[in-house]
């Protein structure tokens, strides 16, 4: 009995060993404090539990193995506990999330004391030695894209009006993915494109890429995924076509403006370096990077805008007239540039402005509303606030309130990640999109 006791503790020993240096190598090498911290939570749980049974066990007398169970229960109830707040401050402190973490499930829902920190959402890839279209130059690289009202916009205020630090719409770029607003997208471009006497280039094949199988393959699974991808790629290939088609109809019904229509098989890392020189990039709703219909959260339109390089315009429906304009102004990043961004855009000068502050008993809501609309009225435009909304407002009684609206400007398409939060709150932004038939992310 005493022999299986030790061989017993042995194991145990070793097991917590193990653990702890995993967790080591975890703390070492993980990208981010919370990633670390996970695996340090891991070490003192498992790891230093299955140490202490096995030196209880080795000791072999009822006191040690008694202490030994409290230490562990100690351990249990309060390192799980003390994670979570080192987590939850570090969160609200600013602590940059890795590259690997493409989603934010506490957007909207934790403050954060600095924004935009994200590695993930940051435009910096590596250089590739393939031009972006084979057999012509490319375009100018992501570092030289020239954003001329930046100081224009940090410049102190002589009493300017928005069309001295507007960017001149000279060059647009539709995204031709296809799906229901595809043509919608095109006209708007064309549109765009008189009233600014800008060109507009057409570029299809670019951004979709087909859903690859990431985890392990029974046996003859990489046929199959092969397969699949195949399928996948002829699919988005038909789609790109048609929409190409579109765009070639509808540029042919207005001569005078310049269009050129090209199709380029990129990936979306391709496509974000192609932003570069573009003053605007239109992209129909419901396009994501695999398929047409997505999640507004996975649509093409928002890993454009994350990357922050040239403003994006998302089309539900073409709009002739804007009547108005809506700011949508929350506690998730970017929401305090949205009326800079706007005036940056050039678009829809003449149109009148509200701004919908959602959940303003946020800290720093109603400072960035009041500060957004003096920043507007400063350049000439007429800015009405709203009544605000909460976290848990009703989404009809919403959409109703923002039917009147032909436009909006917002600083994502969707505070959705998954989570328990989503499931208990609605999202004002997705809303918003959903309703409002122009959706400019600047």
Same mark, same amino acid.
């Given at each position: ?8 503790? &042995? ?5 917590? +060993? !193990?653990? =702890? /240096?995993? @967790?080591? %190598? *975890?703390? $070492?090498?993980?990208? #981010? ?48 506990? &003390? ?5 939850? +401050? !570090?969160? =609200? /402190?600013? @602590?940059? %999330? *890795?590259? $690997?973490?493409?989603? #934010? ?63 001149? %719409? ?273």
């Amino acid at each position: 009995m005493n022999t299986l006791i030790e061989i017993l503790a &042995a194991l145990l020993l070793v097991a917590g +060993a !193990a653990v =702890v /240096a995993l @967790a080591a %190598l *975890g703390v $070492a090498r993980l990208p #981010d404090p919370f990633s670390r911290m996970h695996a340090a939570a891991k070490a003192g749980v498992a790891g230093a539990g299955l140490l202490l049974l096995g030196a209880g066990l080795a000791f072999g007398t009822p006191g040690a193995v008694a202490t030994t169970v409290v230490a562990v229960a100690f351990l249990v109830l309060t390192a799980p506990l &003390a994670s979570h707040a080192l987590g939850r +401050a !570090a969160y =609200v /402190a600013g @602590a940059p %999330l *890795g590259a $690997a973490s493409q989603a #934010d499930a506490l957007a909207g829902v934790l403050e954060r004391r600095i924004q935009d920190i994200n590695p993930a959402r940051i435009a910096a890839f590596p250089p590739t030695s393939r031009a972006p279209f084979q057999g012509e130059p490319p375009m100018s690289t992501l570092q030289a894209f020239p954003r001329q009202a930046e100081a224009a916009i940090r410049e102190p205020d002589t009493g300017a009006r928005n069309d001295d630090v507007a960017v001149p %719409l000279r060059r647009i770029l539709v995204c031709l993915v296809g799906g229901p607003a595809q043509r919608e997208a095109a006209a708007q471009a064309v549109d765009l494109a008189r009233s600014h006497d800008a060109a507009v280039l057409g570029l299809s094949g670019a951004g979709l890429e087909p859903r690859a199988w990431r985890g392990p393959l029974p046996l003859g699974g990489t046929y199959w995924s092969s397969w699949l991808a195949s399928k996948s790629r002829a699919r988005m290939r038909e789609a790109a076509a048609t929409a190409l088609a579109e765009f070639q109809s509808v540029a042919a019904a207005h001569p005078r403006v310049e269009t050129l229509a090209r199709h380029e098989e990129a990936s979306s890392q391709d496509l974000v370096r192609l932003l570069a020189g573009q003053d605007l990039v239109i992209v129909p709703a419901g396009a994501g990077p695999h398929e047409v219909e997505s999640h507004p959260g996975h649509e093409t339109a928002a890993s454009l805008a994350a990357a922050r390089i040239v403003p994006v315009l998302r089309v539900r429906r073409r709009q002739g007239t804007i009547r108005g304009v809506l700011l949508v102004v929350g506690s998730s990043p970017g929401c305090g540039a949205l009326a800079a961004g706007l005036l940056r855009s050039g678009l829809w000068s003449s149109a009148p402005v509200s701004i919908l502050p959602v959940g303003d008993d946020r800290r720093g809501v109603r400072e960035m509303v009041g500060a957004q609309a003096e920043l507007l009225r400063a350049h000439g435009r007429r800015v009405a606030v709203m009544a605000p909304v909460g976290l848990d407002f009703e989404v009809d009684e919403l959409r109703a309130r923002l039917a009147c609206f032909d436009a909006a400007v917002v600083s994502c398409l969707s505070t959705r990640y998954g989570g328990f939060f989503d499931s208990i709150r609605g999202c004002a932004f997705e809303t918003a999109a959903e309703t409002v038939p122009l959706v400019l992310l600047p």
